[in-house]
């Protein structure tokens, strides 16, 4: 198989009545999803989508989230799923990027509304999507998803993207303030997935727990595309609460789940309480955000071969990873083993090999990397004309292939899994009239490995009586969340190095 677009309707073929995934109460076979992707797929054909065409979905977890997608590969258009924790300040910058011919939005999350966040933002950009499609509730102007079983006319539908095409679109935030448009090929896809199975010895057998956004390269591939790839059946989470996770992962005899550290760590928590006496998850796969090996060894007591990985949605998935055959203190302390296929290297200034086991700045190279990104002069600035890719983290390869991260080039926080720029949220503290000059570093946390700190320089005459008033400032900026630090200085000035820049690794040792 060469096409991501074709690997539903074959393994449909092969396994018709077999559950693909379930979801709370509802179970779906592969043959009941099969006809359900066609039925969208249809409906998409039938209001003016093409292929080449951009689908943008942005839904919590739920079963339209995957089966857009999966149309999408179907039809030949390129699947640009986006976490629904971004509000008008990304989504600005990623729907003038993308130009999407479908947008899939969430009636409402909590307080928010996500339809009139994005008709807001389609009307600034003067942009008119063939289709809008809304997900739990009525709102004008947007179309329901076709349900599963629902009767839509059949039409020819186009071929899927082939191997060496963009099929998949994702925004990952970076140093600079706009999230950058990474473009996938099947070719990277199939090779992550190939190389995951061989890491982790998965096979049909296999029951994959997923507790990512389905709208998140994790997320969609724990959900649909590695099960299908393995012939198995995975468990989707509508959202992570720990207590339930393991309850449920108890009574569908999970075996594997991948993601950050935080989901791991909430779960060993419940293990050393007790919780599932009867059945455990036996296999993690850590990557996506800093992983303290403790955190490996704990997992090891309680029964989870845990292993930390190293990769990002540049090389489709993790690149370096350990298998569950390798003992703890391997598992625990590197951040995996070069996948076949892959090389990691690490180079010197002038971007010269270095001998195993000396720091430098990590190149890649293989099937699993991106085709560029949607600004041709980032992808310029990243790919060198050998084919390198310059991720800006910086560590180790040994002679045997095993990698070790131990810091970054790039300014980015890696809260749980979710990279945020320092420099979109300095930005956008900086807004508030109260502040002089500021600086953001990730700063530890033990439960999502880094969490967003601020140091803040006053203006003369202001005076400072707690975060509250540059927090509410934020939250009119529709900054994300997730983005607002948690941990605030205040300080007379920040420390700077000859050439003007803020010397921020002073900051966090302070």
């Known amino acids: 198989m060469e096409r991501i677009g074709d690997l539903l309707t074959t393994a449909a073929q092969a396994r018709p009545d077999a559950e693909l995934f379930s979801f709370g109460d509802v179970r779906v076979t592969y043959a009941e999803f099969d006809e359900w992707v066609t039925a969208v797929a249809s409906d998409l054909v039938c209001r003016g989508v093409q292929r080449g065409d951009r689908v943008l979905v942005q839904l919590p977890n739920c079963l339209e989230a995957l089966v857009l997608q999966v149309a999408a590969f179907r039809i030949g258009a390129v699947n640009t799923p986006v976490i629904p924790i971004y509000r008008e300040h990304e989504m600005r910058q990623i729907l003038g990027d993308a130009r999407p011919a479908v947008v899939a939005a969430a009636a409402a999350l909590g307080p928010r509304r996500p339809t009139e966040e994005l008709d807001g933002i389609l009307a600034e950009l003067d942009l008119t999507p063939a289709v809008r499609y809304v997900v739990g509730g009525v709102v004008e102007g947007w179309s329901a998803v076709p349900t599963r079983g629902s009767a839509v006319e059949a039409v020819p539908l186009p071929e899927p993207q082939d191997a060496e095409d963009t099929t998949l679109l994702l925004y990952t935030s970076g140093t600079t303030s706009a999230p950058k448009g990474v473009r996938l090929s099947s070719r990277a896809l199939l090779a992550h997935l190939e190389n995951f199975k061989v890491a982790l010895s998965a096979d049909e057998n296999t ?6 956004p389905l709208s998140h390269l994790g997320g969609f591939v724990a959900g649909v595309v590695f099960p299908a790839y393995l012939g198995a059946r995975s468990v989707i989470l509508d959202a992570w609460r720990p207590d339930e996770a393991a309850q449920i992962i108890e009574r569908e005899r999970g075996t594997l789940m991948m993601g950050a ?38 997992a090891e007591s309680v029964g989870i071969q845990a292993m930390r990985a190293y990769g990002m949605t540049e090389t489709a998935g993790v690149c370096a990873i350990a298998g569950p055959e390798h003992d703890v203190e391997r598992r625990s302390e590197w951040d995996g083993r070069i996948v076949p296929g892959m090389a990691i290297q690490a180079v010197d200034e002038a971007r010269e090999p270095l001998p195993p086991g000396e720091v430098g700045e990590f190149r890649i190279r293989g099937p699993q990397l991106l085709s560029g990104y949607t600004d041709p002069e980032l992808t310029r600035s990243q790919i060198d004309d050998e084919g390198w890719f310059y991720p800006g983290d910086v ?65 003369e005459g202001a005076t400072w009586s707690g975060p509250e008033p540059i927090l509410a400032h934020l939250e009119t900026t529709r900054l994300a969340k997730q983005k607002f630090p948690t941990e605030w200085h205040v300080v007379p000035a920040l420390p700077l190095t000859a050439t003007g820049k803020v010397r921020k690794q002073e900051l966090q040792r302070t």
Do not use: M
């Open 395 to 459: 560590g180790i390869v040994d002679q045997h292939g095993w990698v070790r991260v131990t810091g970054r080039t790039k300014d980015i926080i890696n809260r749980g899994g979710e990279k945020l720029s320092a420099l979109d949220i300095e930005a956008a503290v900086a807004g508030h009239p109260d502040v002089a000059a500021v600086a953001v570093t990730a700063v530890p946390d033990d439960r999502l490995g880094e969490a967003v700190g601020a140091w803040v320089v006053l203006r």
């Open 207 to 212: 029951v994959i727990v997923c507790g990512t």
């Open 261 to 298: 550290t935080v989901f791991l760590s909430d779960l060993v928590q419940r293990y050393e309480a007790g919780a599932g006496a009867e059945h455990r998850l036996s296999v993690y796969a850590c990557a996506g955000a800093t992983i303290p090996p403790a955190v490996i060894v704990r």
